[in-house]
């Protein structure tokens, strides 16, 4: 579907729900690009951690936020020309980006990147604000979710085996990430209004990417 008009499309929901999978999916149906908002914070922590900087110092957050070239290359994030895209999907770091993303300095300096990257539309935006905040006129909003111990078992078949965690350690960091994303003052992890629900608890990317196929064709003139 090549020929669609430039859509701007936007997929929030928590972790372990397939966003990534999904996201990408759907974006090579279009032909569209992908934007994975998640790996920016992911970045920022990635960052933050090397500085040996705490995720509540504002102050030195905002220093290494100044500092930072995000750019993504071909799907791969590059910090100030490195390619870190493996050393970002560490639990450790998963769980400091849940703390960055958190801080109002951090997403104030990352809003407007991801503002830019979208304005050109023919995007797919995967996070866990895209709908509310980041693009609230997005043309396309979905919610992605699925059940805490599904999600659980797809994080595990990731990483879960080769990083020594167990099923129930990974189940026990969603349910708090589940906590701290949708209890923050700043852009809470919640459905946008008017954003499409889907429930991948029982589903597979597949047909997950099918329902969304079905959305954008409803609103193709």
Request: glycine share 6%.
């Amino acid at each position: 579907m090549n020929t669609t008009p430039p859509l701007l499309i936007t997929i929030d929901g928590p972790a372990g729900a397939g966003k990534t999978t999904v996201s990408k999916m759907l974006a090579r149906e279009l032909g569209y690009r992908y934007l994975d908002t998640g790996a920016l914070y992911r970045g920022v922590a990635y960052e933050v951690r090397a500085a040996g900087i705490a995720a509540d110092d504002d102050a030195g957050l905002e220093r290494v936020c100044r500092s930072l070239k995000l750019e993504f290359q071909d799907n791969r994030l590059t910090s100030n020309g490195a390619d870190i895209s493996q050393l970002i999907r560490t639990p450790e770091i998963t769980m400091l980006a849940s703390a960055v993303s958190a801080r109002p300095v951090v997403r104030q300096a990352l809003l407007d990147l991801q503002r830019d990257i979208g304005r050109a539309k023919a995007l797919v935006a995967e996070g866990r604000d895209m709908g509310t905040v980041v693009f609230p006129d997005a043309d396309l909003k979905f919610f992605l979710d699925a059940s805490v111990r599904q999600r659980a078992r797809r994080r595990y078949e990731q990483y879960g085996a080769a990083g020594q965690q167990t099923l129930e350690r990974i189940e026990q960091e969603i349910r708090q990430r589940d906590a701290n994303d949708s209890s923050r003052d700043v852009a809470p992890l919640k459905p946008a209004d008017d954003a499409v629900i889907i429930d991948s608890t029982a589903i597979d990317a597949e047909q997950v990417v099918a329902k969304m196929m079905a959305q954008v064709a409803a609103i193709i003139p």
